[in-house]
């Protein structure tokens, strides 16, 4: 009788930034534009784990504390020859141990989506990808009490009591770490900070998000001051669905890529505002 080769078993082990290249390949194979370094960021704030077969990485999944209380997961990835076979409830499951008592966030895919609801998470929203080549972009036009500059570290507080108001999470080290790899500019009336954006290389371009403010009609000029002088570059913008910003998005030459579907397992952070996120650091992270 022929020998047979049996398939060596999955082992599960805590993923390390050394995994980074590894990642980015299998992320590739199902469709996503994440670069080394995109993963190293993602590794570096968070913990999570991969699944290794044949001395091959298989599978990935990550999740990131935002204070005591609430965490976000992602990069739930099995690879397209290992799908179906339980893998992915296995990565979650121990998602769930690590995460604890925690209240968890994603975003779902349509294929994560049924893995996800089987484990409790309920939909909660949405969040719709825009990107593409930019179209020419005039300089936001400014009020005379309004000024846009670039932060630096010295800014890290602001930044934090901003994104706390919109999202009523503590990603403090999430913003620092933002700061420390992307640009950000801050926008102030009559002095005071009323929202900020960040630019960081990211994919197949940059990424513009998190965009933070306290209105809505601050969104525009803080995405547009990344835009302009930026024609034909590729650029990636992740709004909450519903945002009123997606025509403008598209007048701007960031079509709609696609949607996911936003999920919780427990409670929703209280965001006491009037600060909202209305593009997100990127789907991983929120
Ligand atoms: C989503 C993904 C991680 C699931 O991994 P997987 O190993 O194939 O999932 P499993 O085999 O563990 O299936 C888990 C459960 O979901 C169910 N399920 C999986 N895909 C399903 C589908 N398309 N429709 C309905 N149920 C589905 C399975 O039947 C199983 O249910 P059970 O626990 O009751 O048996 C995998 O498909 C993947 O990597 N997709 C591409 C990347 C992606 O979209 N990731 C999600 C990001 S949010």
Known sequence: MAEIDAPEALTLRAIGIDDALSCAELSRRVGWPHRREDWEFVIGLGHGVVGVRDGKLVATALWWPYGKSHATLGMIIVAPEAQGAGIGKGLMQALLAQAGERSLMLNATVAGEPLYARLGFRPCGGVRQHHGHVLAVAA??????????????????????????????????????????????????????????????????????????????????????????????????????????????????????????????GDLPAAPGPARLHALINQALG
């Open 140 to 265: 936001p036009k400014l009020g005379a009490s309004e000024r846009l500059r670039p932060a630096s570290t010295a800014d890290l507080s602001v930044l934090e009591r901003l994104d706390q108001a919109a999202t009523g999470l503590e990603r403090k080290r999430t913003l620092a770490a933002l700061l420390g790899c992307g640009e950000c500019l801050v926008l102030e009336r009559a002095g005071q900070p009323v929202g900020f954006s960040i630019l960081r290389a990211f994919g197949r371009g940059h990424v513009i998000g998190p965009v933070v403010a306290d209105s809505e009609a601050d969104a525009p000029t803080l995405i547009a001051c990344w835009l302009h002088g930026r024609a034909g570059q590729f650029m990636r913008v992740d709004l909450q669905l519903g945002s009123g910003l997606g025509d403008w998005l598209v007048q701007h030459g960031l079509a709609p890529a696609g949607d996911v579907t936003a999920m919780v397992r």
